[in-house]
């Protein structure tokens, strides 16, 4: 069975009605990034951080998968799918795939601030002096800007086996997720999907643009997909 790798990137979840978190003026929800998604940021307003994402989890846990992550699941019965993305929730999950990897964290799983190791699935508001079991704070478990991305190695190693590599609603700006696409063989079929692609087809062997949002590209491409093994 061929192995997929789907990258996907905060343009699949938006359709779902999560907010994309950056706006135009580079501000996080009124905020600097740096105040809310950095260790300095934690250690000087820990209450502003945690408000910040008690808020992404509440709104979080209001949405639904679109098709765009059901589409993904159909794939299934006829490949081996790996999904890569840099998203923080659990849409993919929720429409039911089970090989996700998050390489910038999860929304609704906490940690240690001693130990990162330490990590608790979380679906209510996180305060301070909530606590791991060893008596340290808990920290949302999410990759902070100038933190390493402990998962990117993993993420190498499966991009590198693709046989076939799809890219749903990133950028392709955000490092080191974006250098992922230069992991695959020369000669594997990529599709990118996005209304406004940041590739173009020149740029890559066998690269395939579908400039569409996740919601109505995703489909067509996996129909494309699996009309080639059936």
Known sequence: MKKIVVLTGAGISAESGIKTFRDSDGLWEGHD????????????????????????????????????????????????????????????????????????????????????????????????????????????????????VPLLEKAIEITQQADILIIIGTSMQVYPAASLIDFVASNTPIYFIDPKPSVQASQYDNLTIVEDTAVEGVPIVVSALIDIVV
């Open 33 to 148: 990034v740096m105040e809310v998604a950095s260790p300095e940021g934690f250690t000087k307003n820990p209450t502003l951080v945690l408000d910040f994402y008690n808020q992404r989890r509440r709104q979080l846990l209001s949405v639904t998968p679109n098709e765009a992550h059901k589409s993904l699941l159909s794939l299934e019965k006829h490949y081996d799918v790996h999904i890569v993305t840099q998203n923080v929730d659990d849409l993919h999950e929720r429409a039911g795939s089970f090989k996700v990897l998050h390489l910038h964290g999860e929304l609704l799983k906490v940690r240690s601030t001693k130990n990162e190791n330490e990590v608790l699935t979380w679906r209510k508001d996180l305060n301070l002096g909530d606590l791991s079991k060893n008596g340290h704070q808990l920290r949302p478990h999410i990759v902070w800007f100038g933190e390493q």
